[in-house]
């Protein structure tokens, strides 16, 4: 069993920062790839950041430029630094992880935390 925790986030002002953490616990090989998706009310989700293979990311066109992610492979954790933060930001945000449990790739997600940029 594989279990994605989210923890920081929250509420901030227009241009403000906020950052979320997510760790990945359990049984598993090896961590393909680990991400954050967001969904906003009335939306479908959407893939923001995402670090593959440790080297490799890709950003969301809406957030470059003001969102930095970063993975720790030897504590299999995801760092989301969000910067310049916007109305539109506001979502749920999902961490995502492709964990490789025998010999199997599984996607797993975390239970969202709700990030609300407002003033």
């Known amino acids: 069993q594989v279990q994605l925790v989210e923890s920081g986030g929250g509420l901030v002002q227009p241009g403000g920062s906020l950052r979320l953490f997510c760790a990945a616990s359990g049984t598993f090989s090896s961590i393909n790839s680990m991400g954050w998706y967001r969904q906003a009310p009335g939306k479908e989700r959407e893939l923001v950041a995402r670090v593959v293979n440790s080297d490799s990311t890709y950003y969301a066109d809406s957030v470059k430029g003001r969102f930095t992610i970063s993975k720790d492979n030897a504590k299999n954790t995801v760092h989301l630094q969000m910067d310049s933060l916007k109305p539109e930001d506001t979502a749920v945000y999902y961490c995502?992880?492709?964990?490789?449990?025998?010999?199997?790739?599984?996607?797993?997600w975390g239970q969202g935390t709700l990030d609300t940029v407002s003033s």
């Open positions: 995502n992880a492709w964990t490789l449990v025998n010999y199997v790739y599984l996607e797993v």
